[in-house]
């Protein structure tokens, strides 16, 4: 079993900046395939950003790509989310992932992949 919890959201003028975390708890995370999702309000979940267990494959929404960075740190279990030049539309709640199943990093972008989930962080951009 593993627990994830985010912390860093928070509310931030357009072009400013963010650092989203998430720490596991529980099993570790360092061969679990690990992402970030968010969601607005009346809209569905949608992707942001993978890492794969390594760190090597990085996959990002178009809509943010070139303005945000995932990393993780295997020896904190913990991932992160560094978010720059923010837009109004990047608001909404964002929550942390984890694909722990034997296919963990194949399918990166489904959030159906991911078996683990944190209760999410609200990140408000104001303009």
């Known amino acids: 079993q593993v627990q994830l919890v985010e912390s860093g959201g928070g509310l931030v003028q357009a072009g400013g900046s963010l650092r989203l975390s998430c720490t596991a708890s529980?099993?570790?995370?360092?061969?679990?395939?690990m992402g970030w999702f968010r969601q607005a309000p009346g809209k569905e979940r949608e992707f942001v950003a993978a890492i794969s267990w390594s760190g090597r494959s990085t996959p990002y929404a178009d809509s943010v790509k070139g303005r945000f960075t995932i990393s993780r740190d295997n020896a904190k279990n913990t991932q992160y989310l560094q978010m720059n030049s923010l837009k109004p539309e990047d608001t909404g709640v964002y929550y942390c992932a984890a694909d722990t199943s034997i296919s963990a990093g194949l399918h990166p972008t489904n959030r159906y992949q991911y078996n683990y989930w944190g209760q999410g962080t609200q990140v408000t951009v104001s303009s």
């Open positions: 529980g099993d570790t995370i360092s061969h679990a395939a």
